[in-house]
């Protein structure tokens, strides 16, 4: 086993336990949006694993679902509405992040399965991503404002290098990179610090909001 694919393995069990990790504490904070899609992250790259290690067939069907729920769907939306949970108060029932998975669930499935979405595919996933990361930009000056520099910062090199992944995903392939497993590499590392900042700001913005209504 080469080095480029030990380092692939080593990163995708660094996913794991990151979206395992902070998709536990966001549960724990009672955001079930942002706690669920970690632990879908998670859940896809223990699968991923198991196909990396074994060739299986079946966890590469659940990763490939779960990839694709995470890039079209669960990050751009379901993370977003879980990060609105301190920049508008928002906070859906039990319900409505029930009826938000289901109907994003839904659309994977369109997403994956209908002929019509196969050439217009990756362009959706970076679009979607774009899309997410003007909101990303929005949350990152709103915590600078708030005087968490340090994790808007941070916040800021997991945006760039999420959406750098998006795109080399299918339009700028790595040169030499026949197996994808330099790519792999960076985009696993990228997602798993991706999910540590997101638990970290979020505890920073929900924190200094919370100074500043006791400072009024």
């Known amino acids: 086993m080469e080095l480029r694919d030990v380092l692939a393995l080593l990163t995708c069990a660094l996913l794991v ?30 699968n991923f694993l198991i196909y990396l290690l074994t060739e299986s067939e079946i966890s590469y069907s659940i ?94 090199v997991a945006a760039v290098f999420g959406l750098a992944v998006a795109c080399i995903y299918d339009f700028f392939p790595i040169p030499g990179d026949d197996t994808k497993m330099v790519f792999l590499t960076l985009a696993l590392s990228t997602w798993a610090f991706m999910m540590m900042q997101m638990y970290y700001s979020y505890l920073a913005f929900e924190r200094a909001k919370a100074q500043a209504v006791r400072a009024r």
Do not use: Q
């Not at 902070?22 to 790259?45: M, P, Q």
């Not at 990756?122 to 915590?143: D, E, Q, R």
């Open 63 to 156: 990763s490939f679902f779960c990839d694709a729920f995470s890039r079209g769907f669960g990050i751009p939306i379901v993370a977003v509405l879980g990060l609105m949970a301190v920049t508008h108060d928002f906070k859906p029932s039990a319900f409505k992040d029930a009826a938000i998975f289901a109907v994003t669930f839904a659309g994977t499935f369109v997403l994956i399965k209908a002929d019509f979405m196969v050439k217009p595919l990756p362009y959706f996933y970076v679009i979607m991503w774009t899309a997410y990361s003007v909101y990303l930009a929005y949350f990152i000056c709103k915590l600078a404002s708030m005087g968490e520099k340090l994790h808007a910062l941070g916040l800021t």
């Open 17 to 46: 336990i990151s979206g395992a990790t902070y998709g536990i504490k966001f549960l724990r904070r009672r955001n079930f949006l942002l706690g669920l899609e970690c632990l879908i992250v998670a859940f896809s790259a223990t």
